[in-house]
């Protein structure tokens, strides 16, 4: 990524910012001249990241926030963007599941929750955002789906379910879009790890650093890419799901367990 192409962006907003790949993100986008809105629930966590961003040059407000008060979060969102412009946008925050041990389903109201923060929520956002972008004739969205989105997974079929929807919702919103100056990428992560408090957890398959996964994305972002596999090799994983005979998918998508 090169300067030029980020003093143009100087206007961010990072949903999730107090998690990891969110965390990993501000970090490197943080400049002298940026000013950046860090939008997550935890108070002390976003203060942390903010104050690292601000030890790097950068401007940084911390919004403490929970996105399933979806009124709350277009209001905080059409003030911000009233008072300074956002030019570059990152949906990152997002929920995960497992079904519970010996459980059939998952809980409804974990169902609506996931939902809610995974797929309402961003979506709902990025069409905000989108339209104002649009009426200005510039701007870049990036929505964070996942992998797992390409896969029927009972073992986190809301996860799977909620990010598929946003991964559909990204592609149309970035078609209206495209012809009013405005970019909307998908990202899709396979698993990734926060290194400063992962370090004892047991590497899961493809796992690499949310560094890394940050690294990718902001040029593919800048570049207004419409999507990003990282790492690349889950694309594979993707068309071998889609070319299985659907028996013998569904007795491997049956089979799978977290480690
Ligand atoms: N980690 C992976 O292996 C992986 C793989 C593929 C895709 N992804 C996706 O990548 C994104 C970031 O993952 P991560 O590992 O960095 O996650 P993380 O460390 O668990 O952070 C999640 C972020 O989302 C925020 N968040 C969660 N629920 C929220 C709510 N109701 N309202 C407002 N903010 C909320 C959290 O805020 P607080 O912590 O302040 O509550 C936190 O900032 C997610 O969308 C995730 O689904 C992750």
């Not at 030029?4 to 999730?16: F, K, P, Q, V």
């Not at 008060?69 to 969102?77: E, G, P, R, Y």
């Not at 209206?176 to 992560?189: C, D, E, I, N």
């Amino acid at each position: 990524m090169t300067k030029e192409a980020l003093s143009t962006h100087s206007r961010i907003l990072i949903t999730g910012a107090s998690g990891a790949l969110g965390r990993e993100l501000a970090f490197r986008l943080a400049r002298p001249g940026a000013s950046l809105s860090l939008w997550g629930r935890d108070a002390e966590r976003l203060e942390v990241v903010a104050g690292g961003c601000r030890a790097r040059g950068a401007h940084a407000d911390a919004r403490s926030l929970d996105l399933t008060d979806l009124d709350a979060a277009l209001t905080a969102l059409k003030q911000e963007d009233a008072a300074a412009p956002f030019d570059l946008v990152f949906l990152v925050a997002g929920q995960g599941d497992t079904l519970p041990p010996g459980a059939v389903v998952e809980d409804p109201a974990q169902v609506a929750r996931l939902c809610q923060v995974n797929f309402v929520a961003p979506a709902a956002i990025a069409a905000a955002m989108a339209g104002r972008m649009a009426a200005r004739g510039r701007g870049r969205i990036a929505l964070v789906g996942t992998a797992a989105a390409s896969h029927s997974l009972p073992i986190a079929a809301t996860y799977a379910g909620s990010k598929a929807g946003l991964a559909r919702y990204a592609d149309a919103l970035r078609l209206s879009v495209r012809g009013h100056g405005v970019s909307v990428t998908l990202v899709s992560p396979g698993f990734f790890a926060d290194m400063q408090t992962g370090g004892a957890r047991p590497s899961l398959p493809g796992e690499i650093s949310a560094g890394r996964v940050a690294e990718k994305m902001i040029p593919a972002v800048l570049a207004g890419r419409a999507e990003l596999s990282v790492p690349r090799r889950f694309l594979l994983l993707r068309w071998f799901d889609r070319l299985l005979p659907r028996p013998l998918r569904d007795r491997i998508l049956l089979s799978l367990r977290l480690p």
